[in-house]
């Protein structure tokens, strides 16, 4: 257990999904269990919020 990670603490997790499922996939060519993630990041700590930010585009894909 991380000496900095105490079970009274609480804990507020915001997740770039769009950068993290694009730097998973490009260089480790490996998709993001977003479940897993906020349990890793939780611990043994008291999640009190989990927020995931998505941008929706107007693009197409051949404009990217």
């Known amino acids: 257990m991380n000496p900095l990670h105490y079970?009274?603490?609480?804990v507020a997790i915001f997740i770039d999904?769009?950068?993290?499922y694009h730097s998973?996939?490009?260089?480790?060519?490996k998709?993001?269990?977003f479940a897993n993630?906020?349990?890793?990041?939780?611990g043994e700590r008291s999640?009190?919020?989990a927020i995931a930010y998505v941008v929706k585009s107007n693009l197409s894909?051949?404009?990217i």
């Open 24 to 29: 998973a996939k490009n260089f480790y060519n």
């Open 47 to 49: 999640l009190i919020r």
């Open 37 to 42: 993630l906020v349990k890793l990041l939780t």
């Open 17 to 20: 999904t769009q950068n993290i």
């Open 31 to 33: 998709k993001i269990d």
């Open 61 to 63: 894909s051949k404009e």
């Open 7 to 10: 079970q009274s603490q609480r």
